[in-house]
């Protein structure tokens, strides 16, 4: 069967290509993109895109947001209070603001409702997201991590992709076009009142289990089920993305004492097959046909206000709260990574008609940009005001 030839082509091609970008210092998610565009029909033709292959993405969709809500720190949400949850809340908006103009500035302003309206508003969904994994990275590798900034930064991250996913959730109840604002915040409210209301059932049955039995494979296996039973419930019941309910239920676990091996045993399946399978299927269905000197300059401009927009609206929060302008801008520039969230919501507005093919490319630049820039921007910030702090330590003496 030549969908096991594909298979096996997508994994080698994409752990290798993974591990280079790595090595040049890129995420490798960006190398299994590259991996799928080089062996889709874009270039070599390799491997093309079916069924299975839909299928297979589509799950691994679903065990990236699972995966993403086990890792939530609900302690530190709380920790870190209003200052930032308003830097989330604006860091939110006004890239939200400025994706939906960029758009419009380039393919015409549309009447609210509208089919292009939505299209517009989705490029800004789009850059709501931040990756906190690498800005995580860079802050513990210069032992910034565990401060009041890095504390900041990391919890309003957090709450950014989670207004982000509630966005999302939004724009594409209101694509619908038998859909209201009522009706889309009533389904909206069900979906929260159901999840509180089991959701209290669903953790304290799993706490029971996790204490009875804990590190057994009962445990992740029940968790992955809880996963897709409420991806699954989400969009039929509630019309709501599935990615939604699947970042709902790895919440609602991760406070568990085995959350961590929960995840770790869906971070096997997910590392090795679906993945992979997920980001090289960007990589297969990106079509270069579409591709044109506008497209080019709509990436340029797409990736300029991506990273503007989080400085802008992350860093003059940051300042409004009385930070220092160094300290404002570190927030800003530590806002503006961009990663999976990102690809999975643009996949997701392909899924719907949303986004169409052509602009991965502008997503995929994106997220290339910002994650070499930003830990090279945050080195640069934090060294410049530790060499400023021991010249003055030293005038003083």
Not at 205 to 216: N, V
Not at 245 to 269: H, R
Not at 353 to 364: M, N, S
Request: glycine share 10%.
């Amino acid at each position: 069967m030549e969908i096991f030839r594909d298979l096996a082509l997508i994994l080698l091609c994409a752990k290798f290509m993974g591990l280079l970008a790595k090595r040049f210092g890129a995420p490798q998610v960006v190398g299994e993109i590259i991996a799928g565009l080089l062996i889709g029909p874009g270039v070599l033709n390799l491997v093309r895109p079916s069924d299975y292959i839909t299928t297979s993405a589509e799950i691994g969709v679903v065990l990236l947001m699972f995966m993403a809500g086990l890792s939530t720190n609900l302690k530190e949400l709380i920790k870190t209070g209003p200052m930032a949850l308003l830097i989330a809340c604006v860091g939110v908006f006004v890239p939200l603001i400025g994706g939906t103009l960029l758009y419009s500035c380039f393919y015409g302003f549309s009447s609210v409702g509208s089919d292009e309206f939505f299209k517009a508003v989705f490029i800004g969904v789009i850059l709501t997201a931040t990756s906190v994994s690498i800005t995580v990275e860079t802050l513990k590798e210069l032992g910034k991590l565990e401060g009041r900034l890095g504390t900041i930064i990391t919890g309003a991250a957090i709450i950014d992709d989670v207004i982000g996913i509630i966005v999302l959730t939004f724009v594409i109840g209101f694509k619908d076009k038998g859909s209201s604002v009522g009706g889309v915040l009533l389904r909206t409210l069900l979906f929260m009142v159901f999840c509180m209301t089991v959701g209290i059932g669903v953790y304290y049955l799993f706490k029971y289990i996790d204490k009875h039995h804990p590190h057994q494979r009962r445990i992740p296996i029940l968790s992955l089920a809880l996963c897709l039973g409420m991806a699954y419930i989400a969009e039929t019941y509630f019309s709501i993305a599935d990615i939604t309910g699947a970042y709902v239920a790895g919440i609602l676990l991760c406070n568990l004492q085995d959350s961590k091996y929960i995840n770790e045993k869906m971070d096997v399946s997910s590392y090795i097959f679906f993945g992979p399978v997920f980001f090289a299927s960007i990589g297969i269905k990106t079509q270069f046909s579409d591709f044109s000197a506008e497209v080019i300059i709509f990436s340029i401009c797409f990736v300029l206000v991506g990273l503007l927009t989080k400085i802008i609206g992350c860093g003059l929060t940051a300042k409004a709260f009385k930070m220092s302008s160094s300290d404002a801008l570190k927030v800003g520039i530590g806002m503006m990574t961009r990663g999976e969230v990102a690809l999975i919501v643009s996949q997701k507005g392909l899924d719907v008609g949303l986004l169409d093919e052509k602009f991965f490319t502008a997503v995929i630049l994106l997220i290339l940009v910002s994650s070499i820039s930003t830990p090279i921007l945050l080195k640069l910030l934090f060294n410049r005001d530790e060499k400023k702090a021991h010249a003055e330590l030293q005038s003083k003496v």
